[in-house]
C-alpha cells in the first residue's frame, strides 16, 4: 500500500511538473516579446477608355467643327481638315484655344467628360460651280491625357503639341 | 527509506519551482522597462505596445486589426490619370506610453471586380516620396524580405511614445506607361480606330501592415517574434544586413 502510494505520489508530481513546465514554455514564448500591428487595404479603379464625338455643322459650304467629350476621362483633341487650297481654317471661339502645329489643329485645352470644344470654322473659298467638286473632310483624334509628371502631359505618338498644364 | 524520498521529491519539487518563478520573472523583465523619475526611486512598469496606419492624417477606424476597403477610398471618386501622382502619405502612429521599432510590409496588386489579377505587372503601381522611391531618410528596406509580391520597410530610429513617424510614402501613381499597353481595332467601314487597354478597369489595390516590436531587447525580439535575422539594433539606430 505505502509502495503504491508513493508510486501515486510520483506520478502526480510528475504530471505537475509536467503542467508547469509546458505552461511556463507556453508563457515565455507569449509574454517574452511584445509586438502589435495595423493593417489596412483598399483599391481603386483605373479607366483608361476615352470617347468623344465630333460636330460637323454645315452653313452653306463651310463646315462649323466641335468635339465633345463623351467618356468619364480626361481627353485631348486635334482635328484635320483635308479640302486642298479651297477651305480656310479659322478658330471662332470667343477665347482662341485652337492652335495649328503643321496639318494639325490641336485644342489647347484639356477636355474633361461633359465639355465640348469651342468652335473650329472651316470656310470654303470657292465659287458655287466649284462647290460641287470636291470635299471638305474632317478627321479628329482624341487621346486619353497621360502625365509625365504632375507638370506635363505625356504627347502621344505623332503629336507636335499637348495642352500645357 | 520512504519518508527519505519523499524528503527528496519535495526538495526537488521546491527547487523547480523556485526555478520555475525566476524563468517567469525573467522573460517578463525582457518586456519590462526601468524608468527613473526624479526621484531616485526605480519603477518596474509593465505595459503593452501599440501602434496603428495612417493615410493622409487620418488613422485607421479601430473596428478591426485588418481594415479592407479603408486605403484609397479618397481616390475612388476620380478618375485615375496615368502617370499623375496623387496624395498618399504613409505613416505609423505610435499610440502606447513607450518607444517601439517598426516595420511596414507593404503589397502592390491589381484586380479585378472580384479577383487579384497575378498576370500583371504590380511594379506598374508606383509609391513615391519627393523624388525618390520611398523616404529613405527615415526608413531602409530589407531586401531579404522583399519579393515582387512585397516590400518591407524598416524604420530607421525607434518610434518614440505618441508619436508618428516620419512618412514613408506621399504619393500614389499608375505608370503612365499603362497607356502604351494597348491593342487597336478599326470598324468595319474604316473611319474609326478603337484601342483597348490592357489595364482599363482594373483595379490597383495596395495591402500595407505596420507591425512594431518592444525597444527593450530589440535585437531579441526581433529575431524571435520577426523571424528575421539580418536585422540588427544598435545604439538605436537599425541596421540591415546585405
Known sequence: MTVKGTKRTKKFWAVVCAVIVASLMCASFSFAYFTDYDRASGKTGISLAWETNIKEEMDGNNKSITIEN????????????????????????????????GDWWYYDRILAPGQTTTELYAEVKTTDADADDFEVTVVHESARTVYENNKTLKAPEDWAYVPEL | MNNRKNKKLKVLTALFGVASLVFAMLA??????????????????MGSIDVRLLENGNITPEVSKDKEGWLLRELN????????????????????????Y????????????????????????????????????????NDAET??????????????????SPALFDRISADASLADAYTLKTSEDGKTITATYEYDGLHMGLDIEVQSIQHTSANEAITSAWGVTNVTVSDGTVSIKR
Open chain 2, 28 to 45: 517578463i523583465q525582457s518586456f519590462a522597462s526601468l524608468r527613473y523619475g526624479n526621484s531616485r526611486d526605480v519603477d518596474l512598469e
Open chain 2, 102 to 141: 517598426v516595420r511596414v510590409i507593404v503589397r502592390k496588386y491589381w484586380a479585378d471586380e472580384d479577383n487579384k489579377r497575378v498576370d500583371l505587372d504590380p511594379a506598374l503601381i508606383k509609391l513615391g516620396y519627393k523624388d525618390a522611391d520611398f523616404n529613405s531618410d527615415a526608413w531602409i528596406i
Open chain 1, 70 to 101: 463623351i467618356g468619364e476621362t480626361d481627353t485631348i483633341v486635334r482635328v484635320r481638315i483635308f479640302a486642298g487650297d479651297f477651305v480656310t481654317v479659322e478658330d471662332r471661339g470667343l477665347e482662341k484655344h485652337w492652335k495649328q502645329e
Open chain 2, 77 to 100: 471618386d476620380q478618375a485615375v490619370d496615368p502617370g499623375y501622382s496623387y496624395d498618399e502619405v504613409i505613416e505609423a502612429r505610435n499610440t502606447a506610453d513607450q518607444p517601439e
Open chain 2, 147 to 164: 519579393t515582387s509580391e512585397q516590400t518591407v520597410y524598416y524604420m530607421k530610429k525607434a518610434l518614440p511614445a505618441k508619436t508618428d
